[in-house]
């Protein structure tokens, strides 16, 4: 099976299980699963991209910088080499600039 639309298929799977949780109120997962299709689409979508850009300039515990990393092996499995490319330099600069980079 060709691993092209493996991962479109995944962000479609995690929207409407997202869509099906948040219409649950006693299952908190609909918005962690919204994060993780937008997650999964930046290359497609460059909004998504500047929406995380943004999120990661304020984030301080490096979280968004393990999630482009773990975004990144996912896109090798899936065989996509030039998005986890993308991934692994988004990291590396979100990386560069942390708060211990500061002189």
């Known amino acids: 099976m060709e691993r092209k ?3 479109p298929f995944i962000a479609c799977l995690t929207f409407l299980l997202g869509s099906v949780a948040i219409m649950l109120p006693f299952i908190p997962l609909g918005w962690f699963l919204y994060a993780v299709t937008v997650l999964l689409l930046i290359p497609y979508f460059k909004v998504f991209q500047r929406g995380f850009e943004w999120m990661s300039r304020r984030d301080k515990t490096g979280f968004t910088q393990r999630a482009l990393r773990f975004t990144a092996k996912i ?5 996509d080499h030039k998005n986890a490319d993308l991934f692994e330099k988004m990291s590396d600069e979100k990386g560069s600039q942390g708060p211990s980079d500061k002189a």
């Open 75 to 79: 896109y090798r499995w899936a065989k």
């Open 5 to 7: 639309y493996i991962i």
